[in-house]
């Protein structure tokens, strides 16, 4: 069975920093390219971070490029998302998922990732 837990959420200032990790279980993780993803009350579900299965490839929506960094651990099934000078605009649930994918590659699309943690809450305040 796959599992993914997400954890690191929270409630900080515009400004501040939060590090979310996502653990993975029951399938071969480094074969899997990994995400971020965020949806805000009533807005689509946005891609937010992407990496590649060796690590080797990232991809940012554009908001987020030079405050956000994803990284992974494939010996310890964890991708990473450090989130640095949160703005409230960045407030929304954040979920983690995976894609399977050559071990290069970054899938692009919402729909290639087929297995979906819970979600965590990241809320900034002005």
């Known amino acids: 069975q796959v599992q993914l837990v997400e954890s690191g959420g929270g409630e900080v200032q515009a400004g501040g920093s939060l590090r979310l990790s996502c653990t993975v279980s029951?399938?071969?993780?480094?074969?899997?390219?990994m995400g971020w993803f965020r949806q805000a009350p009533g807005k689509e579900r946005d891609i937010v971070a992407l990496?590649?299965?060796?690590?080797?490839?990232?991809y940012y929506t554009e908001s987020v490029k030079g405050r956000f960094t994803i990284s992974r651990d494939n010996a310890k099934n964890t991708v990473f998302l450090q989130t640095n000078k949160l703005r409230p605009e960045d407030t929304a649930e954040y979920s983690c998922?995976?894609?399977?994918?050559?071990?290069?590659?970054?899938?692009?699309?919402?729909?290639?990732?087929?297995?979906w943690g819970p979600g965590t809450q990241v809320t900034v305040s002005s």
């Open positions: 998922a995976a894609a399977r994918a050559p071990r290069r590659d970054v899938p692009t699309r919402v729909a290639e990732y087929t297995y």
């Open positions: 029951g399938l071969t993780f480094s074969t899997y390219a």
């Open positions: 990496i590649s299965g060796s690590g080797s490839s990232t």
